[in-house]
């Protein structure tokens, strides 16, 4: 037993953190926002030197081999800034999706290209999944790996009808995608797909929660900053009781949430029998906490929280986006709760980690063989 | 991070779990707030230390097992598991131990441990005053020297256990002409001793739960000063640490207490509730669970040689609302016989200790320390926000 990062892991986030924190400002994020694209193709650069987009594939495919305790780290680094482009998207969903097609011998050779270029940063790939009405930065990617139904597709964007839609936040470009399900673009489907879409679903909570803690850090942050700053009645603002527990209550809330994710990664990684629950309840508890700290924002920056200029409103608007991304609050608490309603369900002090065994049954980690991977 | 159990932790579960299931009482005894109560826990603490369960994490030496954190956290799951009784000594074991350890001599650590171990004596804590409540540093209860004692003069209020208990460990102001935080010692006093005079306080429960305590030129050795004489306010705040952090309220309390909740809920699947509740049920579960996690990784931590931190006052505002919550979601599953006293073996059956818990869980964002003064210090020590 041991709940802890590795120093490598925290070295790992600490380096993105440093560049992130240089790169991604206020400033540049409304760059973006002014721009057509939406995307600042010198980070990405760097980005792809630093490794980023090979992270999540195993050695033998040239990657870092890198799994998901390891990255939920540097998600919610991405989140902390609330970085536009989908690098998470990228780093922790659309890479597991193709390492799973590989592992199962799917696609017909026509993945490994689609790798190699993804990590050569000469090609973008964006995932669709049923639980999300709408994709972001769709038509920035070159294929799209879209789920229709139990069957998993993977087309060029050229094959994709894309209707563009605006979010509340302006960092997001998203689109409805439409496309025909024809028999040449399917990966998999029936069972196979199904357990495919499961494990992006799982991946995508996680990825999202874990984002909602960094945006959750940043709004303290940043109103932190504030409330020392502000003066009124000849004193900070930050000095009144009133003003500090609301503060105090976010990081309270934090400090609860961020176990249940590290939770949720290390079990989408090595028991993947309880992700459906351990994700969920990442999913509940950062979007709890993300959306307390994006309402306390607000009120403590006053009038200044309301105005388009403070840059509150860039991460509180990333909040109300990803709250319902992968699966809004009623869709994860349906999950839990026929988890833990079920008459036979394993509760207790006794069953933190689940079942008492030491090992998981292979049949179990079968289901996605990229998760098996995951380094400790 | 590995979230399996060793062979080592799996074994280890399995003996705690097979020494309770023979030794655990297979009634619960009577609250230990009642004379026959606290006699029956003592003699449940003698049972536990007979088989060297006292305090599984003291080195063998004081009655232990040196165990780590995550043992603990594994021994504490079993013994909510079981149903064990709760900890009457808790004040000593749990917060005073813990303080001995780090701040006490030899001589006391070997006079005091093993008696509190073994259940032999059991302690009260004797901080607040009348006057000196969420603001501790207003503490005037003073302990002068003379020769080779202490002569104590004043009043502590609020003690708990302090009605039946054999020990206190006070804070006092040692230095007549200090102020707030300095001049302040811990000492430890028997309350058999000549000019103690314990006053019963009825709590909301109608139990005698605490007291408050008249000292009438109460004389004990210089030996019973802990640490340093003017210490007492950081070694107040090693103790503090422990009562708001790991020790007092480990997370198989809760989540044990959420598993009754989800059972009580199934109990009552067919009656027409209000639809929050389930959604209630379910976020207690999961919250004990949360603050499972947390404790797991912060036991991790420690292991490794790391810190526990300010972010200790967190734990207290976290668990203290959870029992809240739990207690307040039961008996809205109850309905209108959530207000029945179970005194009789039906009625206890079927309502279960809900209502006790729910008086109990009143006090819990009160007492060590207020959840306003956690949120005060979360504030200006965790985030750095402006103390004036």
């Not at chain 1, 608007?317 to 036979?344: D, M, T």
């Not at chain 2, 009625?347 to 200790?353: I, M, V």
Request: net charge negative.
């Amino acid at each position: 037993m041991d709940f802890t990062f590795s120093a490598e892991q925290l070295e790992f986030r600490d380096a993105l953190n440093a560049l992130l924190r240089e790169e991604v400002t206020g400033e540049r994020i409304r760059a973006r926002w002014e721009s057509n694209t939406g995307w600042d193709e010198g980070l990405e650069a760097q980005l792809l030197s630093m490794g980023v987009f090979s992270l999540m594939f195993p050695e033998s495919l040239g990657g870092l081999g890198l799994g998901m305790v390891d990255s939920v780290l540097l998600a919610e680094a991405c989140g902390r800034v609330v970085l536009p482009e989908p690098v998470v998207e990228t780093m922790m969903i659309a890479s597991p999706l193709l390492v799973d097609i590989l592992d199962r011998g799917l696609g017909n050779g026509s993945v490994q290209a689609i790798v190699d270029d993804l990590m050569a940063g000469k090609s973008r790939i964006a995932v669709s999944h049923p639980i999300n009405p709408h994709l972001n930065f769709a038509a920035r990617a070159d294929w799209i790996m879209a789920g229709s139904g139990d069957g998993v597709y993977l087309l060029p964007v050229d094959a994709i009808q894309l209707t563009a839609r605006k979010s509340v936040d302006p960092s997001r470009r998203l689109t409805e995608i439409r496309f025909d399900p024809l028999p040449e673009y399917c990966l998999a489907q029936g069972e196979v797909g199904a357990a495919l879409l499961r494990a992006v679903l799982n991946r995508g909570g996680l990825a999202t929660a874990a984002q909602l803690l960094g945006l959750a850090e940043n709004l303290i942050q940043q109103s932190v900053q504030y409330a020392g700053d502000r003066t009124q009645f000849g004193r900070p603002v930050g000095a009144n009781q009133a003003v500090k527990h609301l503060l105090a209550d976010v990081a309270v809330q934090l400090e609860y949430a961020r176990p249940v994710i590290a939770r949720a990664a290390y079990t989408v990684g090595f028991s993947p029998e309880r992700a459906d629950f351990a994700v969920s309840h990442a999913k509940l508890a950062a979007t709890r906490v993300a959306a307390l700290a994006a309402r306390y924002a607000i009120q403590v920056h006053g009038a200044m929280g309301y105005t388009w200029e403070c840059d509150v409103q860039i991460a509180a608007k990333r909040v109300w986006a990803l709250i319902s991304e992968w699966g809004e609050e009623g869709f994860h608490k349906n999950r839990i709760h026929e988890w833990l309603l079920q008459p036979n369900a394993l509760i207790g002090p006794e069953y933190t980690f689940g079942r008492r065994s030491l090992m998981i049954p292979s049949s179990d980690v079968g289901q996605c063989a990229s998760t098996a991977r995951t380094t400790k | 991070m590995d979230l399996t159990y060793t062979p080592e932790q799996e074994m280890f579960r399995a003996e705690v779990r097979d020494w309770l299931a023979l030794h655990s009482p297979t009634k619960p005894l009577a609250s230990f707030d009642t004379e026959a109560g606290f006699a029956a826990h003592r003699e449940w603490e003698k049972t536990l230390s007979a088989g060297n369960w006292g305090m599984v994490t003291w080195p063998e030496a004081y009655g232990g097992r040196g165990c780590d954190l995550i043992q603990w956290l594994i021994f504490e799951e079993e013994y909510y598991r079981a149903g064990a009784p709760g900890r009457v000594n808790q004040n000593g074991i749990f917060l005073l131990g813990p303080t001995l350890m780090e701040y006490g001599s030899d001589e006391q650590k070997a006079r005091f441990l093993p008696a509190m171990a073994s259940g032999e004596e059991i302690w009260a804590q004797g901080w607040s005053e009348p006057n000196a409540g969420s603001d501790m540093a207003a503490i005037r209860c003073q302990a002068r020297r003379e020769g080779g004692e202490y002569v104590i003069n004043g009043q502590k209020i609020w003690s708990t256990r302090a009605v039946y208990a054999d020990w206190l460990f006070g804070l006092f102001r040692t230095d007549p002409d200090s102020e707030r935080h300095q001049g302040l010692s811990k000492i430890l006093v028997p309350l058999t001793a000549q000019g103690v005079t314990v006053r019963p306080i009825r709590q909301l429960n109608g139990l005698s739960g605490f007291a408050e305590i008249f000292f009438d030129d109460v004389r004990v050795p210089a030996f019973n000063l802990l640490g340093e004489e003017g210490a007492g306010w950081q070694i107040a705040m090693a103790t503090a640490g422990f009562e708001r952090g790991l020790m007092l309220r480990s997370p198989a309390r809760f989540q044990q207490a959420s598993r009754r909740l989800v059972e009580l809920y199934r109990q009552h699947g067919e009656d027409r509730l209000d639809p929050s509740v389930e959604d209630d049920v379910v976020r207690c579960y999961m919250d004990a669970e949360a603050y499972a996690l947390s404790t797991y990784q912060t036991a991790s931590r420690l292991v490794k040689g790391g810190g526990i931190g300010p972010e200790a006052s967190c734990n207290k505002i976290f668990w203290s609302e959870l029992d809240l919550r739990i207690h307040e979601t039961a008996l809205r599953i109850l309905g209108p016989r959530a207000e029945l006293q179970p005194d009789s073996a039906l009625l206890a059956d079927e309502l279960g200790s809900w209502l006790d818990g729910f008086l109990f869980a009143q006090s819990g964002s009160i007492y060590a320390g207020t959840n306003e003064i956690q949120r005060n210090i979360i504030a200006e020590r965790v985030l750095g926000m402006p103390r004036r």
